[in-house]
């Protein structure tokens, strides 16, 4: 039984107080040659270190008081050993006294080298020592000098100290002493190759010592299981634990023998140690040796025996984690695999895959309490191992992610977060692997693993796929991937149940659907055909989307078509013979109906925008009549749903920009348009701003290109118009602010005027100008309150007309006349 | 030496995914002194990247921008210089050298960045220059066809300035630039 805390600290000051209390009389007896005295004080002395009181570790503070190993340091050999072998008695671990051990052997050696005493004789010698257990660890240290002498056959030597070793039957003194013949012997082994060598087949002769000490070892460290009360089980464990390489040493030292090639492994290693792993019965135990030989032996060798060890698994303890385990031994696998090519056919040819697919598979059916995790966590290592050695076999990854599917389904939606991690790591792989979307879209368990995922993870996952398409920058090509992509992502899409929460955070929201809007931009195929295809189905499933979707992803999708017409619009006419259903006229029908979706959000003011792009690229094709109903719309838009003054003001400078670019019009019908225009820019909120949209309007009547445009007359009407608004404005302010106006919205107006001067519009004379030119003068010097930005305008304006005028030739003639 | 980026009608992500990486990997904090944006970014997250490459950024409002409250237009001085920044739809017609001209005159600078068409100009006229970055990502134009990505970096050196206009063409970067020098007067350039 093992004491606590302060019990243990004065069982420690009594003992080292009885060392220094010996040690005084064994010194004094030493000093004077007294070798019967100084045995017997060092007896009495080291017998402090028999208690079984102190635990391992406090036990190593006792014999950590370096002057113990001094007293050690006596000029008697044998004292000296006697010495030391009295502190084997307890229950400690102390490399150091192995060390000292080591000193004593050379001792041994340089005795029988130089004759005083032959290697048999100490033998014999030793095994006379009364307490057992320094009886034997004396054994071990004269056996090693008595091997290095090859006096005898290191195989006599070896299997002669293993079952000596018997004799101590207390779990961790037979640990710590077998521990002590392992290391010794270690180098010492009959192997191929080693001058330890005898006759034919001593490699058995190694591999029997070792395996036997192993053997050994693994039972005393069970047992230790056992000893003591139930309630000090888990402390009992941890002491296990510290102890385990002790046992695993022994795996070790197998691994490290030449002799043992790959068909001595498999035939005789690896089922003798199975056997013992299986038969002892211990998960401890079991748990760190699977561990073991996994981590020590080489990977080939793993791999032809795959079936063998994967054959122990379903034999060890329930409660063992084989996952982990199982695990381990995979991702070492796919490290082996993507350590060389060379190394892929040898997968192939032991079936790997199925093996390890069929071994989890049967783990997973054994263990029926295992958690979802725990399952999904072999699936993704398999995974990672599919993908590394078998990147072609598509058909092993859907078989896993098949698999997978069936684990999960029968189950309500997982809510582990764990768990749900490790799908997203599962699905994942795939994509990281093949840096390719469509790969994964070609796997039809993908998504059906997905669809067990709740709405949360799902979008997650959702998200990582749209990424992985960007980072790669993907072209997903036809409608079918489009619509398989559609489907995978569809939480994103639209809301996938009724009781989508309606809290989701704002920013994420955004984020997520400016993604999507990305993505569309990466569904492309130059084939016009293929790509309305495209275009169809990307519709279809964002128009389910929703009020709060359609603003992101409706104008990705429009000028993904305005692209397509243009692109028509390139290649000439008809294609005799083929019924082509590519059309720029069937693209803005689509577009229409789209951009119409708009209103339910609403979002009346990027409708308006997207219809008069519709109206441009209509006009681009030639067709008057689409041309002229986009406009209408955006009339309409900007009639009964554009509220706000400010966005009027955007909107009106829109729709004059778009119409002052139209030229499939008829009269007729730019007639209307135009006249509604200029109608609606006088009737904006601010005079200022009217006056702005009405000299806007002026560049409807003058379009500066060959077939333009070119009435004069109605340029005129506009720019006095916009000139009476001005002057309103400044009465208005006059009366209500008492101060000037907005002057320079004159001087804005005269630049206009220049403008259709330099034209060449006949209305426009230099007179005209001249008047504009002297009003503006006047109105700046009745200004009581001057605008700098005003003063500067206009003479920049004058410095301009100057520059013109000093241009000479038709410009100067032009502007001779104008006096500054 | 100062540099200034003019960079604008980007239409992320309503009329493209991304910055080209190759202007990407160009573009990197802590080299460029000012940014003069045109507009039609359009989403916070461009707003943001740009603001990482240099602290002094200005936006003007596209017609797309989802924040409503860029202005319409602004002025600053770099140096010796005055320069003006606006989107360009609302000078109407588009593109038209000569309207823009007269806004040149009522803001009184030395230089005009202006957007709108996507497409790459570089303009000398009697009160100064207009510059237009063109679009950075390409994107698609009813005013232009083929637009390639461009974007433009000023030097602005005393009474000098270099401009680099960087143009993405079928796939290398391309690189022209042009010079212009102001007059040591205290009024515009002539």
């Known amino acids: 039984m093992l004491p606590h805390g302060d019990d243990e600290e004065k069982w420690l000051a009594e003992g080292i107080a009885g060392i220094q209390h010996n040690a005084f009389y064994m010194h004094r007896a030493l000093d004077s040659n007294d070798l019967k005295d100084a045995l017997r004080y060092s007896v009495q002395m080291l017998s402090e270190l028999r208690t079984s009181l102190l635990s391992p570790h406090k036990y190593y503070e006792l014999c950590e008081l370096g002057y113990l190993f001094d007293l050690a340091c006596s000029e008697c050999c044998l004292c000296r050993s006697w010495i030391l072998m009295c502190f084997f008695s307890g229950d400690w671990e102390d490399m150091r006294a192995f060390d000292e051990l080591r000193k004593m052997e050379m001792f041994f050696r340089e005795e029988t080298a130089r004759g005083t005493i032959s290697v048999i004789e100490l033998y014999e010698l030793v095994q006379h020592a009364g307490n057992i257990l320094p009886r034997l660890y004396l054994l071990c240290t004269v056996g090693s000098v008595y091997i290095k002498s090859k006096e005898a056959p290191a195989k006599d030597v070896l299997k002669d100290l293993v079952e000596m070793c018997r004799g101590i039957q207390h779990p961790v003194r037979g640990l710590f002493l077998r521990s002590y013949l392992c290391q010794i012997s270690r180098d010492k082994l009959p192997d191929i190759g080693s001058e330890y060598e005898g006759d034919a087949d001593t490699v058995s002769h190694a591999i029997e010592f070792v395996i036997q000490n192993f053997t050994e070892m693994n039972k005393l460290w069970v047992r230790m299981q056992h000893q003591g009360p139930t309630r000090e089980k888990d402390k009992r464990e941890k002491e296990r634990s510290q102890l385990r390489d002790l046992v695993g040493k022994n795996l070790h030292v197998l691994s490290q023998i030449e002799g043992v090639d790959l068909d001595i492994y498999k035939e005789t290693v690896l089922p003798r140690v199975l056997e013992q792993v299986v038969n002892c019965k211990d998960e401890l135990a079991q748990h760190y040796l699977m561990d073991c030989i996994i981590q020590v032996f080489p990977d080939e060798y793993h791999l032809q025996t795959l079936e063998t060890l994967l054959g122990a698994f379903p034999q060890l303890q329930p409660t063992v984690d084989i996952k982990t385990v199982l695990s381990q031994l995979m991702d070492r696998l796919s490290i082996y695999a993507a350590s060389s090519i060379e190394v892929l056919p040898e997968f192939l040819q032991v079936e790997a895959f199925s093996k390890l697919s069929n071994a989890i598979g049967k783990v997973i059916e054994a263990q029926v309490d295992m958690p979802v995790v725990g399952a999904i966590t072999l699936y993704v290592s398999l995974l990672t191992f599919t993908l590394r050695v078998h990147p072609d076999r598509l058909d092993y990854v859907d078989q896993v992610l098949g698999a997978c599917v069936k684990k999960l389904s029968g189950r309500a939606k997982l809510e582990d977060s764990r768990a749900t991690k490790q799908i997203v790591a599962l699905l994942s792989a795939p994509l990281e692997k093949y840096n390719d979307i469509v790969t994964a879209l070609k796997l039809p368990n993908y998504p059906r693993v997905m669809d067990h995922l709740d709405n949360g993870t799902n979008k997650v996952m959702a998200v990582v796929i749209i990424q992985s398409i960007m980072k790669n920058t993907t072209c997903i090509s036809t409608a079918d991937k489009v619509e398989a992509l559609f489907e995978l992502i569809k939480g994103l899409i639209r809301d996938v149940d009724e009781t989508q929460d309606d809290e989701i955070d704002e920013e994420d929201f955004k984020e997520e659907q400016n993604s999507v809007a990305r993505l569309i931009h990466m569904l492309h195929n130059d084939d016009p055909e293929e790509m309305l295809k495209i275009i169809c189905t990307v519709r279809k499933h964002i128009i389910l989307g929703g009020p709060k979707r359609l603003p992101f992803t409706v104008p990705p999708l429009v000028f993904s078509a305005l692209k397509l017409v243009r692109h028509l619009q390139g290649q000439d006419g008809d294609v005799i013979g083929e019924e082509i259903s590519a059309t720029p006229k069937k693209i803005f029908q689509i577009l229409h109906q789209t951009i119409e979706a708009l209103l339910s959000v609403p979002s009346p003011e990027l409708a308006l925008r997207l219809y008069l792009q519709c109206a441009e690229a209509a006009n681009d094709c030639d067709l008057e009549p689409v041309a002229y109903e986009f406009f209408t719309q955006a009339f309409i838009l900007y009639e009964e749903e554009v509220a706000d003054s400010k966005a009027q003001v955007t909107a009106i400078h829109l729709i004059i920009g778009t119409l002052q670019r139209m030229n499939v019009f008829g009269v007729e019908n730019r007639d209307t348009l135009t006249h509604k225009a200029t109608g609606y820019s006088a009737k904006l909120l601010k005079k200022p701003d009217q006056c702005r949209a009405v000299y806007a309007c002026s560049h409807l009547f003058w379009v500066d290109e060959q077939d333009g445009i070119k009435d004069g007359e109605r340029v005129l009407l506009c720019l006095k118009r916009a000139l009476r608004i001005a002057n309103a404005a400044q009465q208005m302010a006059n009366v209500t602010r008492g101060s000037s106006g907005p002057v320079v919205l004159f001087i804005e107006i005269l630049n206009k005027y220049l403008y259709f001067f330099e034209k060449g519009n006949p209305q426009v004379t230099s007179s005209v100008l001249q008047g504009l030119i002297e009003l503006i003068k006047t109105e700046m010097q009745t200004d009581g309150s001057s605008d700098p930005s005003a003063d500067a305008f206009f003479a920049s304006t004058l410095r301009y007309i100057q520059f013109q005028k000093q241009k000479g030739g038709a410009m100067g003639e032009k502007y001779d006349p104008i006096k500054i | ?190």
Not at chain 2, 6 to 20: C, E, K, M, Q, V
Not at chain 2, 127 to 139: D, R
Not at chain 2, 156 to 165: A, N, Q
Request: charged share 20%.
């Open chain 2, 1 to 190: 030496m100062v540099l200034v980026l003019a960079i604008g009608d980007l239409h992320i992500p309503h009329r493209a995914p991304d910055l080209p990486a190759k202007f990407k990997s160009m573009l990197v904090p802590g080299k460029i002194q000012h940014i003069l944006c045109t507009g039609n970014l359009c989403i916070k997250e461009v707003h943001d990247y740009l603001k990482s490459l240099s602290p002094d950024l200005h936006i003007t409002r596209g017609e797309y921008d989802e924040d409503v409250r860029y202005p319409e237009n602004k002025t600053l001085s770099i140096g010796q210089f005055k320069l003006g920044l606006c989107h360009g739809h609302q000078i109407v017609p588009w593109g038209d050298l000569d309207s823009l001209a007269m806004l040149q005159r009522q803001l009184d600078i030395d230089i005009l960045v202006t957007g709108h068409t996507h497409q790459f100009k570089a303009y000398k006229h009697e009160g100064g220059v207009i510059i237009n970055p063109g679009s950075a990502t390409g994107a698609y134009s009813s005013i232009t066809y083929d637009v390639n990505p461009s974007f433009v970096l000023m030097d602005i050196d005393g009474l000098r300035v270099v401009v680099y206009v960087y143009e993405l063409i079928d796939g290398e970067v391309k690189v022209d630039k042009i010079d212009f020098k102001k007059t040591a007067t205290t009024q515009s350039a002539h």
